[in-house]
């Protein structure tokens, strides 16, 4: 997939970027820099590989009607905390997150619910939190980030109704 | 990055010296047993469905991601490494830190919407910025900015899969929000944990 490359050009060209400004502060920077990140590498690939080829197994037990039904026409804010609840527990990446909002909107869900979804999984997947976010930073700045997170769902639930789009 | 840096050269025996917080990692956390124990019974639900076949199927399927993922995975823990290498500390917590304001909000939310890559990227970096002096604030303005307004998951997938329309309103709708939520965060934080802000440099 071309984006796919685009974004892998971009990623490299930065770690070469930074990778150069650090060489040119002096080697000795330049490898302690090397040092850590081979390190936090090497720490961190027995938990994603955990995460990654664990992950088809969860998104293999919860049906995606299960959440899709969550997401029914019905509006109003319990529907806006359903979406929540279910963009929270949506299991696997990306894929199977706009996935489900596809199918949601397909299926006769209110936009603001959707929105609100997709919003909600941006912010909350349990998965990514568990598997990405803790493992890399201070889990108590992720706890922290994430209760800090919970209205915002709703708020673009709310923009999204009061601006009546997409 | 664009920034030559003769001008303001960092102290290399300053970096080396300084505490990493967060970056000190025991490989074995409650959530890596957690997630554990869930693919475990999930495998085990799998297996009572489909068999051995649906077990390895996924497995294959799942190990070749891995295999892709990999490379990226290294790309970012290297990214955070050199970013927190040369960030200067001084500059960092001047425009990041939690007297930053709405500015310090405002560079976390650009930032996180031009750094390119997935979580493997986004978390290091974020990580890294939390290390040389950034504050919950911009910091969550940065990750909240990624994950909603960050044009890779866009571009990589929700376009595809949802539809130009949807995603660019979608995105438009989310822009106020990375804002809002360091500004949330900024306020809650010197709430639950009131502390000098000059205490902030021995964190």
Known sequence: MSAALLIDILLWGSVFGVGLIA??????????????GSMDFINIVPRIALGVIGSGYIAAIIPQEVITGWLGPDSGW?????AVVAGAATPGGPVIGFSIGTVALKSGGGVPQVVAYVVAWALFAFQRVILWEIPFMPARFVWFRCAVSVPFPFVAAAIAMVIGKP | MSEPSPNNP??????????????VRKPIGWSTIIIAVLVAVSAGLVWRRDGTVGVLEILTHDL?????????????????????????HEKVSRSLG???????????????????????????????????????GATIAMV???????????????????GTDFTLWRILISLPLPVLAGALGRFVYVRIYPQPAAKDDEN
């Open chain 1, 23 to 36: 060489f040119r502060r002096g080697p000795p920077v330049f490898k302690a820099s090397l040092r850590e």
């Open chain 1, 78 to 82: 319990l529907g806006g905390a359903t």
């Open chain 2, 10 to 23: 960092a102290p290399a025996e300053d970096a080396e010296s300084e505490p990493r917080p967060g970056r």
């Open chain 2, 64 to 88: 070749s991601l891995f295999g892709g993922i990999l490379p990226r995975v290294l790309a970012g823990c290297l990214l955070g490494a050199f970013i927190s290498e040369i960030l200067p």
């Open chain 2, 98 to 136: 939690p007297k930053s304001g709405l500015m310090g909000l405002l560079i976390g939310t650009a930032f996180g919407a031009i750094l390119p890559g997935g979580p493997f990227t986004a978390y290091p970096v974020a990580s890294a910025l939390l290390a040389v002096g950034a504050d919950f």
């Open chain 2, 144 to 162: 909240v900015s990624w994950t909603l307004i960050g044009y890779g998951r866009a571009v990589a997938w929700e376009i595809p899969i949802m």
